[in-house]
């Protein structure tokens, strides 16, 4: 069994400029404040630093990508081999280009939102609903209020397993509802967003109904992670969840949140199996009542507590 010890050293001859920290608790990286830690955390300095561990690490050693922690699950047992977690300038920067956007995969969507408002770019403001990154966003093909990331993408950036940059043009995405269809080894580490022009009154009071939409209908302020399940073709999750009666419903300090029962709160102490066993236990109540068969839109990453 590797160690963190034996990955370190496995590392060593990449000659890495960033942060590497064996055995680093994740729980407090997460929107729900659960999960055990990663064998090691690597934080890249650059494309460059990201793509010379990539090459240098064995193809047998697990690669794990996460970003702002708002819709993951780390389990209790901590993430296993290298954990990327992207920052910086090298990654969290956004610069408006005539009537498109450059922004790091570590950018939050928010910023990227109020970056296009205040240039007078139309078309992203509803990214201000969107609580994650845009990796997130990119792996996703995340949206809500009428919008989503293939709406808006010209190209991304991505390095895959063996260490190799290319660019990937909109149409080699594989957009589709909630999915990319890159192949799961790509990190993405930069996107180019098209908007059009727009008055910036108009956009910002977009944003702010999107804001206030949010903040009445979803347990913002909770300890959560987003909308749990994906909406089946023709319904809405969270109504499939009400009338199979699991509003509310509990499991040891996770509970399915009253608000809206699409999210999932880390209510009291929870430990990340409390809530995907309650994830669980909802899905199993959807398809007896239902005949339907939720899949999960939160990631969950890691393996269970011995």
Sequence with gaps: MTTSTDLLALLAPARLRGRLLPDHPLADLTWFRVGGPA???????????????????PAEIPVTVIGLGS???????????LVIRLGGKAFGSVAVEGETIRAGTAVPDVKVARTAAEA?????????????????ALRMNAGAHG????DVLVEARGISRDGTLRTYAHAEMGF??????VAEDVIFTGAL????????EAIQAEMDRVT???????????RTGGSTFKNPDGAKAWQLIDAAGCRGLTRGGAQVSEMHCNFLINRDGATAADIEGLGEEV??????????????????IGRPAA
Excluded: M
């Excluded at 064998?39 to 690490?57: C, N």
């Excluded at 007078?120 to 997130?136: E, K, M, N, Q, V």
């Design 71 to 81: 819709n993951l699950i780390v389990r209790d047992g901590g993430v296993p081999g």
């Design 193 to 200: 967003f098209r908007g059009r022009p727009g008055e910036r």
């Design 120 to 136: 007078g770019l139309d078309g992203l403001a509803f990214y201000r609903g969107i609580p994650g990154s845009i990796g997130g």
């Design 147 to 150: 919008g989503e990331t293939t």
């Design 176 to 181: 589709r509802y909630r999915h990319s269809g």
């Design 212 to 222: 206030a939409a949010r903040e009445a209908a979803q347990p913002i302020r909770e």
């Design 39 to 57: 064998q090691v955390l690597f934080t890249p300095a650059d494309e460059e630093d990201l793509a010379a561990a990539l090459a240098t690490l």
């Design 283 to 300: 899905r199993r109540r959807v398809r007896e009542t239902a005949g339907v068969d939720l899949h999960w839109e939160i990631r969950r």
